[in-house]
């Protein structure tokens, strides 16, 4: 089976301009608000029979945005990195630490310090979206959204999307995203579209 799923990042938060943010929750900002109303004005959002969502307060807010007429199943495994060490500080401040530019030039694969592994957030990558894939066929639907984490996303398509590409080779700006399509028999995804 087949099932399109739009992985959409949560719209802007005020922190993420200056903070390396993963685990903290902030509500979307004035100017994610415009981003989304926007986005939905040009019909950039493909349709959804059901939404799933992070539990973070932007990816939940993000959510009610732009499907306002489908209620988000919040996915409770399904979260943001813990960027340990790297949590919250100053992105001007880690272009000078020595551990940040170890960890970048590991392609974003190594332990964060005092944080999780990168196969952890495959992990729960892999568990996203067989949860949505296993929802989707109870319900019999084949459209769906994930609003999550720009980690998140990256990882669903580093696990899941052939070709394979690296785990930070994509930007994903807020509330943008890809449209894929998961083959539940095979495992693998194929982008069909950016959002």
Request: hydrophobic share 35%; aromatic share 8%; glycine share 8%.
């Amino acid at each position: 089976m087949k099932l399109e799923i739009a992985l959409i990042r949560n719209g802007h938060v005020s922190i993420s301009d200056e903070r390396l943010v993963g685990f903290t929750s902030e509500s979307l900002d004035e100017e994610g608000k415009r981003q989304i109303s926007a986005k939905i004005q040009q019909n950039s959002y493909p349709a959804a029979s059901q939404v799933f969502s992070e539990g973070s307060t932007s990816c939940v807010e993000t959510a009610i945005m732009i499907y306002k007429n489908v209620p988000a199943i919040i996915l409770n495994k399904c979260c943001a990195p813990d960027y340990g060490d790297f949590e919250g500080r100053l992105y001007s401040d880690l272009a000078q630490d020595e551990e940040f530019a170890k960890w970048s030039t590991s392609g974003g694969i190594e332990a964060y310090p005092n944080g999780e592994l990168h196969h952890q957030l495959l992990g729960r990558a892999t568990t996203t979206i067989r949860e949505i894939s296993e929802e989707m066929g109870w319900k019999g639907i084949e459209n769906a959204a994930l609003i999550a984490s720009k980690a998140l996303i990256e990882a669903v398509i580093s696990r899941f999307c052939v070709p394979r590409s690296s785990y930070i080779e994509r930007e994903i700006p807020h509330s943008g995203g890809y449209l894929i399509v998961y083959n539940t028999v095979y495992g693998t995804a194929k982008i069909l579209d950016k959002l």
